[in-house]
């Protein structure tokens, strides 16, 4: 199970600011019965959910009075939860929910690809919006936060934050923006306006903004070295964050290593373009004298014949098409691995056309061995991904445009009926509509006639 991966609010020298850990998947309830200071009987609505050594947040977060307990022993019933002794009496009605963290980690680095380096581990201050630490010993350029369960049976750790400036989140980076758009409502991060809500709408915006254009320059990925390429192979798995994976409108250029960019075809010409050959991988290794060479699918080869792995050859005198078995009738000169191309009917050499099939870069002919370790280079444009870290940076140049759509969701969250005449979404559609204006008019058109009678 992967845990949740720390969050700091903000740095400033050596105050560095925690976020608290989300809780709103995790069970809860509320009291049913008021409790007394050092109390540890919960009557509760529900005990579901609860279980011996979980860790019971009463209270709200931010709120006077929360704290962490842990449970002791399974729930006496449906309706009660035994915990350590409570430091404050808490009424009827406050809330009772289950957290994965008690603490939290904080640790400095010379680098933000450095090996954290411990400095502390604190008690997370529930009864505050945040979690402040005072780096009071060594300071660091970089800081890195982790929730961690101390009390748990096996301890352990949620995953490490991204790596924050001493000097505090860039402009540009989501937190600073989220911070804006927090301001300017006079609103905070808590149990209404939280952090996944606020992904959720920035990532909504930005898709809105990406889907305005086909291509915008900012995610121009050109001259990107996809692998390096072994004799016999006509395929690679395409970028992830490439748009549209499975058509070649954002992928204007393909080359293998110095060679010119490869020709497009469709896939009705590419299968033009490969009729007769039979293509498919090893599906065990195979060594030199072994009486039979083992195919993931040999129905499409010939009864008897040769095939080709990489430039090397043999023959077979049967095929067993249920099994994929090829009896060898001309041995291999060397050994090969599983999951070799292996080819029958194929000239290989130097490729000159490509189409995509569901996520794949297919390339043709095959590379012979004068291509061996060469790269393959392409020229995309990329999606919009998700943000996962308040410290991811955003790649469009005008980002301003965010702070006043997220100003608008986190205002209609708390008043629904808020419409679109509102004066940030209003902003964030003039600010959007200049972007793309200036994304066109900077795009250059080149004319190259074409007069044939004059070759």
């Known amino acids: 199970?992967?845990?949740?991966?720390?969050?700091?609010?903000?740095?400033?020298?050596?105050?560095?600011?925690?976020?608290?850990?989300?809780?709103?998947?995790?069970?809860?309830?509320?009291?049913?019965?008021?409790?007394?200071?050092?109390?540890?009987?919960?009557?509760?609505?529900?005990?579901?959910?609860?279980?011996?050594?979980?860790?019971?947040?009463?209270?709200?977060?931010?709120?006077?009075?929360?704290?962490?307990?842990?449970?002791?022993?399974?729930?006496?019933?449906?309706?009660?939860?035994?915990?350590?002794?409570?430091?404050?009496?808490?009424?009827?009605?406050?809330?009772?929910?289950?957290?994965?963290?008690?603490?939290?980690?904080?640790?400095?680095?010379?680098?933000?690809?450095?090996?954290?380096?411990?400095?502390?581990?604190?008690?997370?201050?529930?009864?505050?919006?945040?979690?402040?630490?005072?780096?009071?010993?060594?300071?660091?350029?970089?800081?890195?936060?982790?929730y961690y369960n101390s009390l748990a049976t096996t301890p352990y750790y949620g995953a490490y934050s991204d790596a924050v400036d001493y000097t505090d989140y860039s402009d540009n980076t989501v937190r600073a923006v989220k911070i804006r758009a927090l301001d300017m409502t006079n609103e905070e991060i808590g149990e209404i306006i939280t952090n996944d809500f606020l992904n959720r709408m920035l990532f909504q915006s930005r898709r809105d903004v990406h889907n305005s254009l086909k291509r915008w320059s900012f995610r121009e990925q050109f001259g990107y070295d996809a692998g390096n390429l072994t004799e016999g192979d006509y395929k690679i798995t395409l970028p992830t964050d490439m748009q549209d994976r499975y058509t070649n409108k954002n992928l204007p250029g393909v080359r293998i290593g110095t060679e010119w960019n490869l020709k497009w075809l469709t896939k009705r010409e590419w299968d033009m373009e490969l009729e007769g050959t039979a293509i498919t991988t090893l599906a065990s290794s195979y060594t030199v004298a072994d009486a039979e060479i083992t195919l993931t699918d040999s129905h499409d080869f010939d009864d008897d014949g040769s095939f080709q792995i990489a430039g090397d050859s043999g023959a077979y005198s049967a095929n067993a098409r249920g099994t994929?078995?090829?009896?060898?009738?001309?041995?291999?000169?060397?050994?090969?691995?599983?999951?070799?191309?292996?080819?029958?009917?194929?000239?290989?050499?130097?490729?000159?056309?490509?189409?995509?099939?569901?996520?794949?870069?297919?390339?043709?002919?095959?590379?012979?061995?004068?291509?061996?370790?060469?790269?393959?280079?392409?020229?995309?444009?990329?999606?919009?991904?998700?943000?996962?870290?308040?410290?991811?940076?955003?790649?469009?140049?005008?980002?301003?445009?965010?702070v006043h759509y997220l100003a608008w969701a986190i205002k209609k969250k708390k008043k629904p009926e808020l419409g679109m005449n509102d004066i940030d979404y209003m902003e964030y559609t003039r600010l959007k509509k200049q972007l793309i204006e200036k994304e066109i008019t900077g795009q250059e058109i080149s004319l190259e006639p074409s007069i044939e009678h004059l070759d």
């Open 324 to 402: 994929g078995k090829l009896t060898m009738s001309t041995d291999c000169d060397d050994n090969h691995t599983a999951g070799v191309n292996v080819f029958q009917n194929v000239s290989m050499g130097t490729p000159q056309y490509y189409t995509i099939i569901e996520g794949e870069l297919l390339f043709w002919p095959p590379v012979d061995d004068s291509f061996e370790g060469r790269n393959i280079w392409l020229d995309y444009y990329k999606t919009v991904v998700a943000v996962d870290s308040d410290a991811d940076e955003f790649d469009e140049p005008n980002y301003d445009m965010y």
């Open 1 to 146: 199970m992967a845990y949740e991966a720390g969050r700091i609010a903000s740095v400033k020298g050596n105050v560095i600011k925690i976020d608290h850990p989300t809780n709103s998947d995790q069970p809860s309830t509320l009291l049913s019965a008021a409790v007394a200071a050092s109390g540890t009987a919960l009557t509760v609505l529900d005990s579901t959910g609860f279980a011996d050594k979980d860790i019971a947040l009463l209270g709200s977060v931010g709120s006077e009075g929360t704290e962490i307990k842990q449970e002791s022993g399974a729930p006496g019933s449906a309706t009660s939860i035994t915990v350590a002794a409570v430091s404050f009496a808490h009424a009827i009605d406050t809330p009772v929910t289950k957290v994965l963290f008690n603490q939290v980690e904080i640790s400095g680095a010379l680098k933000s690809s450095d090996t954290p380096t411990l400095i502390a581990t604190v008690d997370l201050k529930v009864d505050a919006s945040e979690t402040t630490y005072v780096v009071s010993g060594t300071t660091y350029p970089f800081y890195f936060v982790r």
